[in-house]
């Protein structure tokens, strides 16, 4: 017996110590993952060291958490194939130019360039990129007509020269255009309009946008002849202001209605740049609310404007995915209106309380770095912000 005893003491010492070191290697193991769950990744060569403020964090974004470390995913793990076809000395691979109203298109072009999301291997990519610009094309003086047979032939010699299309239909390409001619330069490809994903900047519900599906681009109109505004409250002495053409119904209404009020700065033209230098620009510094009503398109420059200026946009629209709108809670930032509320606009406007108001502005303030476009492109700027939403789809797809 005495034998017996002996022989199970170390056994079960042996056994203990083995439970122990599996306990720690599972403890190990944990803090581990969490740790890695919690650090920023590095974006080579952006090195984005920058991460979402708390206070942005309960505000702003519809799901703070999870973007953020969504986020941190796609800039490890996100992988885009950028078709090698097409001479960039016409009307592919590179953007027309980086400035002007349409300047967010060439950014894209040149960003997705310059990012590490960029792969060199098809095989690797989680989605493909058509790099045809309609842009420059109009640059060109390329007819509607003859661009639209350019895009055909282009898309159609992809598609026959390489076999990535066909594995899902087009699920998993995109292309991307800011100029509304643009996204008539692909009717010729209905089963393309029907599959791929759009990134426009125009993303009117009806026009045959599906938000789920395409990406709403912001049209950014840099660079900015002024720097950003904010935390200027006490500046802002005018209630709204809106100048513009009457390229639309909506506009039209708008200064019928409000040109000759006293407490909305409407004017149904252009401000006359023989009044006084950048009078334009100036007038968003001293406005709490800036009216965006859609022209020619649902679309402007104008929302991006008002944002970097510090004025509260006030969207006038029926029909306008706005952009972001998967991260972005646009009620913190912004004030967004039914065509039909412009009867009733001044009044909507002055109920707002001036603690709203305040909470608005900071809110405008905090995503201000989400619609501005660099070369080479910085954590959480437009470009960025673009790729989350292109990272957002990737998932549906299925081979």
Avoid at 86 to 107: I, M, V
Avoid at 267 to 289: C, D
Avoid at 292 to 314: E, F, K, L, M
Avoid at 366 to 395: G, N, T
């Amino acid at each position: 017996m005495a034998g017996k005893t002996q022989t199970l003491i170390p056994t079960c010492s042996l056994q203990l110590a083995l439970l122990t070191l599996a306990a720690l290697t599972l403890t190990s193991f944990t803090l581990l993952s969490l740790r890695s769950l919690r650090s920023q990744p590095h974006e080579s060569p952006l090195n984005p060291s920058q991460s979402l403020s708390s206070s942005s964090s309960s505000s702003i974004y519809k799901s703070p958490e999870i973007f953020h470390l969504n986020y941190n995913q796609m800039v490890r793990d996100f992988r885009v194939y950028i078709y090698p076809d097409g001479d960039p000395k016409t009307f592919y691979q590179t953007p027309r130019k980086l400035t002007g109203k349409y300047s967010s298109e060439g950014y894209f072009f040149q960003n997705i360039r310059e990012s590490s999301m960029r792969t060199e291997d098809p095989e690797q990519a989680h989605l493909f990129f058509v790099p045809i610009s309609p842009h420059k094309m109009r640059g060109k003086g390329t007819s509607y007509e003859n661009m639209t047979i350019i895009v055909q032939n282009y898309v159609e010699g992809l598609i026959s020269k390489y076999p990535y299309w066909n594995r899902t239909l087009g699920v998993d390409h995109f292309f991307v255009t800011c100029h509304d001619v643009g996204v008539r330069a692909f009717e010729g490809l209905p089963f393309m309009i029907k599959n791929s994903i759009r990134v426009v900047c125009s993303p009117s519900y009806d026009v045959g946008y599906i938000p789920h599906k395409d990406v709403a681009l912001p049209q950014v109109l840099q660079p900015f002849a002024l720097p950003a505004g904010g935390n200027d409250i006490e500046n802002r002495t005018i209630l709204g202001f809106w100048a513009g053409h009457r390229n639309s119904k909506i506009r039209v209404i708008l200064a019928r209605v409000w040109e000759n009020d006293t407490e909305l700065a409407i004017s149904n033209n252009r401000i006359n740049r023989a009044i006084g230098e950048l009078v334009y620009q100036k007038t968003f510094y001293r406005t709490k609310f800036c009216i965006c009503p859609g022209g020619s398109q649902v679309n402007s420059a104008r929302i991006t404007d008002s944002i970097h200026y510090g004025c509260i946009p006030v969207i006038l629209s029926n029909y306008y995915d706005l952009p972001f709108n998967d991260i972005l809670d646009w009620k913190k930032f912004s004030v967004v209106l039914k065509e039909k509320d412009v009867y009733q606009l001044k009044s909507i406007l002055k109920s707002i309380p001036h603690e709203e108001f305040v909470a608005l502005h900071k809110g405008l303030v905090e995503i201000q770095k989400h619609f501005e476009w660099h070369s080479p492109p910085v954590p959480y700027d437009a470009f960025h912000m673009v790729m989350y939403d292109l990272w957002l789809r990737h998932h549906v797809i299925k081979y």
